[in-house]
């Protein structure tokens, strides 16, 4: 399957600094990627809908100007968490859109996020 | 409204016995695909299985099938001859539309443990 690399895989940081998670398309270029949270005992909920070239799209509820995305080429889109607060402190997880039978969405290893 | 429902917070099964995870969805979208993914306690989320809303059979991949039943609205994931290493979350989720840069709506999850 498609490979889909996340980095860090882990971070510690203090309130009020600001954190960039790079998720990567390993195995092919990708038009289209995901960003999703997830907190502890929870499922995954989508954040936003990161499109090359253009902005992203933000899910209702979702901060634009507090989680940047940035999805500049065909392999790599950012998440940065602007200011980041101890209610930050998730697992990020990204997704890359496959295009084919099965339309499938791979996902990346995710970042586990801790805002002291 | 809750797109996709899991009712079963954990599920216990024998090592080597069946198991079947309920999901139900709702939508009005003729055209939809149904998915499940694992979750490990690492946090990766694995790409399990896939129904199309046309599919006439059931998916099957390996020891897992899709017991899809569209007038009941229900996915079940079936997983035949259950391993220790089964032991996970597993979500399904839901893609209103074909094509794979619609989003995924994810469902609360069921955690399973499988018991030597």
């Known amino acids: 399957g498609a490979v889909v690399s996340q980095h860090p895989s882990r971070v510690i940081c203090k309130s009020g600094t600001s954190v960039k998670i790079e998720c990567r398309s390993l195995?092919?270029?990708?038009?289209?990627m995901f960003w999703y949270r997830q907190f502890p005992k929870q499922s995954l909920m989508l954040m936003a809908t990161s499109n090359e070239g253009s902005k992203a799209t933000y899910e209702q509820g979702v901060e634009k100007d507090k989680f940047l995305i940035n999805h500049a080429s065909l392999t790599l889109s950012t998440l940065t968490v602007t200011s980041a607060h101890p209610e930050d402190s998730s697992f990020y997880i990204c997704s890359v859109a496959v295009a084919g039978i099965k339309e499938t969405q791979y996902f990346g290893p995710g970042t586990r996020l801790l805002v002291l | 409204a809750q797109k996709i429902t899991q009712t079963q917070p954990g599920m216990f099964v024998q090592e080597k016995e069946a198991v079947t995870l309920d999901c139900t969805y709702d939508t009005s979208d003729p055209s939809y695909g149904l998915f499940w993914y694992k979750q490990p306690s690492s946090g990766e989320m694995i790409f399990l299985i896939y129904?199309?809303?046309?599919?006439?059979q059931n998916a099957t991949e390996g020891r897992y099938s899709l017991n899809f039943q569209k007038a009941r609205k229900s996915a079940n994931l079936v997983i035949s001859a259950s391993q220790l290493g089964d032991s996970a979350m597993y979500f399904c989720a839901m893609r209103e539309g074909f094509g794979g840069y619609n989003k995924l709506i994810f469902g609360a999850g069921t955690r399973l443990a499988v018991h030597p």
């Open positions: 195995d092919f270029q990708a038009t289209t």
């Open positions: 129904q199309g809303s046309y599919d006439q």
